[in-house]
């Protein structure tokens, strides 16, 4: 009978804020608790429970979810708009009292309002892990807390690899596309040299082995001799 290595592991438990970072269609809940797994195992940690909060969910998305095992809690509109915050905060406590120290907490938010309660932690020698979204984040939470990682870069580097193969394409392309609109840059077109009239070899000169080719291309392949369309070869004279 084998033996439990878990056990000696540090517990990771992760608390995400869906609507501030919320998961691309391209995944699903199943994908997400791989990649989540895969990143406890980096951090020398075994996951331990996944709490998402969020306003609205449509039906798919949330059976999605919760067949992944993520606990999930729906607030109505209703309520304010720091109940999220609160959901969270509650979550939080529960597991920080059921099972106190050591463990690692992760955080996937880019709510400012979340600053005072990870530096609290980190005060408490609680290992704060926080994942930002792209286009915005605290500078003073990503400060806060123990490692920060953009939520783009961390799905690259754990999710994508438990997709199939054929699905990665389109969500490769969406982030990097994600990337090059936060960064403010645009797509560059390649330019494409054009050849001028003079550097083009003419149609006349009947060159089989290099037809096309421009005359800086044919200083690389020397001919020492040109062949005419009768067949005889002709020795080049040399200008004086």
Wanted: proline letters at 5%; a positive charge; hydrophobic letters at 40%.
């Amino acid at each position: 009978m084998t033996e439990r290595v878990s056990s000696t592991l540090q517990r990771m438990n992760v608390f995400w804020d869906i609507e501030n970072t919320n998961l691309p269609r391209e995944l699903n809940g199943h994908i997400l608790m791989e990649s989540l797994r895969l990143f406890a195992k980096s951090q020398q940690c075994e996951l331990s429970s996944v709490h998402a909060i969020s306003h609205l969910m449509d039906d798919r998305l949330l059976a999605d979810l919760q067949d992944a095992g993520i606990s999930l809690q729906v607030l109505s509109q209703d309520v304010k708009s720091d109940a999220a915050d609160l959901a969270i905060l509650a979550e939080l406590l529960k597991v920080i009292i059921d099972h106190p120290y050591p463990q690692k907490i992760v955080l996937i938010t880019g709510d400012g309002d979340f600053s005072s309660i990870v530096n609290t932690l980190r005060n408490r020698n609680f290992d704060v892990i926080l994942f930002y979204p792209s286009e915005v984040g605290s500078t003073h939470l990503k400060q806060s807390a123990t490692l920060s990682y953009s939520w783009v870069d961390f799905l690259e580097l754990y999710a994508i690899p438990c997709m199939p193969l054929s699905q990665r394409a389109a969500i490769i392309t969406k982030f990097q596309d994600r990337r090059l609109r936060t960064s403010g840059q645009a797509k560059k077109k390649p330019k494409i040299q054009q050849s001028t009239k003079e550097d083009v070899i003419q149609p006349n000169q009947w060159l089989p082995p290099l037809q096309g080719l421009t005359r800086t291309q044919m200083k690389v392949i020397q001919q020492p001799t040109i062949i005419d369309l009768t067949g005889k070869k002709k020795r080049k004279k040399r200008k004086k």
